[in-house]
C-alpha cells in the first residue's frame, strides 16, 4: 500500500504531471500567457481530478473490464460537463477566456491516467489523496508558468485577476515595471516551450543536486 506521504511526493514532485509525466501540455501551453489564465484551468483540473478518482475508486468493484474505459471517460465528460455549466454562472468572463480548453479537459490524458492507473486499484481515501496531489502539482506548474511568461511578456503580474476574484482584485495587479516594453514571444507558443522548459530544466537540477552528508568525527583515541 503506497503511504499518503509517497502519494503527495509523487504528485507534487516526483511524478509530477506536467514536469515528468509531460501529459496535460495541449492546455499547458496554450492558456498560461498569464498566472490567473493558468490558476483558472488549474483549479478546474483539480477539481476533475479529486472528483473522477474519488468515484472512480467508488465503483471499482462493479465496472467489469471490458467497459471500464468508457465508464471512466463518461465519469469525467459529466465532471467536466458540471465544471463547465459552473464556469459560464460564476466566471463567465474567466470561461470565455479559457474558451475550448475547459472542455478539452475531457481529453487530458493525465486524468484518464490516474483514473485507470491508481483510482481503479486504491480505496477511497488514497485515491482522493491522489487526485488532489496530482492536481496540485498540475496547478502549481500551470501558475509558475503563467507568472513567468506574464513578467516575461508583459511585466506584470495577476494581470486580470478579477476575471477570478471579482471587481475588487483589480488592485492585485502588479506592475513590475511600468516602463517595460514587453516582449512578444513570451506570450506566444513558442514562449510556452522555452517557459516550460526551464521548469523542466530547473526541476532536474534541483533532482541531481548532490546531497550534503554529514561529516562523520572519528573519535580520538585516549592516551595510554
Do not use: H
Request: aromatic share 8%; hydrophobic share 55%; net charge neutral.
Amino acid at each position: 500500500m503506497t503511504t499518503k506521504r509517497e502519494i503527495s511526493r509523487n504528485g507534487l514532485w516526483s511524478n509530477n504531471v506536467a514536469l515528468v509525466q509531460l501529459l496535460g501540455l495541449c492546455p499547458l501551453l496554450a492558456v498560461t500567457s498569464t498566472v490567473v489564465n493558468g490558476i483558472g484551468l488549474g483549479i478546474a483540473t483539480l477539481i476533475t481530478l479529486v472528483l473522477s478518482n474519488t468515484i472512480v475508486s467508488l465503483i471499482r468493484g462493479f465496472v467489469r473490464n471490458e467497459v471500464r474505459l468508457p465508464v471512466f471517460v463518461l465519469i469525467i465528460a459529466s465532471i467536466v460537463t458540471i465544471i463547465e455549466l459552473s464556469m459560464q454562472a460564476l466566471f463567465y468572463d474567466l470561461y470565455l477566456v479559457l474558451g475550448i480548453f475547459i472542455p478539452l479537459i475531457v481529453t487530458n490524458c493525465a486524468i484518464i491516467g490516474r483514473a485507470e492507473g491508481f483510482a481503479s486499484r486504491n480505496p477511497v481515501g488514497p485515491a482522493a489523496l491522489d487526485g488532489l496531489m496530482m492536481g496540485l502539482g498540475f496547478l502549481v506548474v500551470l501558475a509558475l508558468l503563467g507568472g513567468l511568461r506574464e513578467i516575461i511578456g508583459f511585466g506584470t503580474l495577476f494581470t486580470n485577476a478579477e476575471l477570478m476574484f471579482g471587481e475588487g482584485a483589480q488592485s492585485l495587479k502588479l506592475e513590475i515595471n511600468p516602463d517595460y516594453p514587453g516582449f512578444l514571444l513570451a506570450v506566444l507558443p513558442p514562449g510556452a516551450f522555452f517557459g516550460l522548459a526551464i521548469l523542466i530544466v530547473a526541476k532536474n537540477w534541483l533532482d541531481l543536486r548532490p546531497q550534503e552528508k554529514p561529516e562523520i568525527i572519528s573519535p580520538v583515541p585516549e592516551s595510554v
